[in-house]
């Protein structure tokens, strides 16, 4: 059994900053992470992985603004959001991998790659 939970999702104003938590209890607190958020009317979609060596990997969007980081010793991964802007509008869902393999670089933001999936936190940016 594995438990993710977010939090740290709010509302703030273009160019804000929010740092978003997940905390992963059962037995697999070591496997491969992920942020992924979905719009409205979007897909899910990947954006930040951290992999088996601890490194992380982000998508195009919110690469150089987004900061993924992980204290092991609380099972906690971060997801640190600077100048954030109106397209970040989302609901931001934590994910864990069953498998101890990582996949590979390429499909470390695949949402296929992963199993489990916290209940999600909204995060709204105006303008």
């Known amino acids: 059994q594995v438990d993710l939970v977010e939090s740290g999702g709010g509302s703030v104003q273009t160019g804000g900053s929010l740092r978003l938590s997940c905390t992963v209890s059962?037995?697999?607190?070591?496997?491969?992470m992920a942020w992924f958020r979905q719009a409205p009317g979007k897909e899910r979609e990947g954006v930040a992985a951290?992999?088996?060596?601890?490194?992380?990997v982000y998508a195009a969007s919110v690469r150089g603004r987004f900061t993924l980081s992980k204290d092991n010793d609380k099972n906690t991964l971060y997801l640190q959001m600077d100048n954030l802007k109106p397209e970040a509008n989302a609901i931001y869902y934590c994910?864990?991998?069953?498998?101890?393999?990582?996949?590979?670089?390429?499909?470390?933001?695949?949402?296929?790659?992963?199993?489990?999936w916290g209940q999600g936190t909204q995060v709204t940016v105006s303008s």
């Open positions: 994910a864990q991998r069953a498998s101890w393999t990582p996949p590979l670089p390429v499909r470390l933001l695949h949402i296929n790659e992963y199993n489990y």
């Open positions: 059962g037995q697999y607190t070591h496997h491969c």
């Open positions: 951290l992999d088996m060596a601890g490194n992380p």
